[in-house]
């Protein structure tokens, strides 16, 4: 017996011609998060993706984890690889699934058969599995509407495959299948969630951050790192950006009207990390804003901040209260490094009376107070670039 996982990819099934590319995809992207724990056969059929580990010693719980968060799987089992020989199965049911079977009191038995030559029907298995089940574990009874356990039985091209419960996938499309998108990331609860709700949809993600130095602190920035490494074990490994952003926050301190700081730099931001998403072949920003819940994210201010973009903006916590941001950031595990108190480049600078409502025309005007193209150009240039790794 050879112990390995099959993968069921969800809404990757719905895609028609494209699915083997989503499929290709799903494999390369689990092959990645998975190589530090070894080397895997990936085998695709009929919906099914089988990883077979090489090595004897790979670690499957680690793998269970990981691939717990990889995109475009719906849902996948351990199972116990055997010959096709109805002795083999039954035997390996019985002692493969122990632990299922002792804890259960009904169970069904569903069985699959692609190898049509397999001499018995897919309710002959069942009957055969379920009558062997019976007379070894003696307290179990058969419910085939609401069972505890459920044990597949597959006979597929080379081999029989004996699985017991099934553990939910992350859903979603393979990272990448949708193409790229530059986060703007802060230290703060939203943008993360932010990240991981598009790489969710497919998007593999690039992430900006702006840095102040020495108005925030190199932790600041640590704790981004931290919140993408997180992150990260969802979407893949993550380029960072991190833009030098004390002259620009300084120069609209000095010379713009305090009301008007944060759209400002909010257009400022966006301009920059536009540039970055060129360079990186991204088609898209994606920000952690949400209708009305600071000064700067009103429908007007909004309205200022994307009338610089010529790309779209992609914000999935528009419509989403704080605590519904909360649920999520917590079950992704950034909450806690988000909620770590050093400064951010926004909170340094915050006017005490920022306009709700700021119009195009008043931005523009106080914006010609500043040098706008060398001040994003510059921002862009000298931006350092660091290699976010999940693990
Ligand atoms: P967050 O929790 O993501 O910080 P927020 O609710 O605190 O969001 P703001 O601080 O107004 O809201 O920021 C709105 C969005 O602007 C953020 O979600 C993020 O996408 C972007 N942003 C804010 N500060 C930075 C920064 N220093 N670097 C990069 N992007 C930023
Ligand atoms: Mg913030």
Redesign the pocket.
Known sequence: MKEVILIKNGELALKGLNRRTFEDMLVKNMRHRLSDIGKFNFTQSQSTIVAEPVNEDADFDETVERLKKVFGIAAFSRAAAVEKDMEVILKCAEEYLTDDLLSARTFKVEAKRSDKKFPLKSPEICAEVGGYLLRKYPHLSVNVHEPELIVNVEIRDRLAYIHGRQIKGAGGMPTGSAGKAAL????????PV?GYMMAKRGLELTA???ASPPYTSERAEQKVHSLLKQVAKYSGRIGLWVVPFTETQELIKDNCPEDIFTVIM?RM?MRVAQIIAEREKAGALI???SVG??A??TMPAIACTDNVCKIPVFRPLIGMDKDEVVIISRKIETFDISILPYE???TVFTPKHPRTRPTIDYVEECEKALEVDRLVNEAAENARFVLINAY
């Open positions: 703007l990331i802060s230290g703060g609860i939203d943008s932010a900006v951050h702006f909010r931001m920000t952690g804003e819940q600071v700067s994210q951010d480049c926004c």
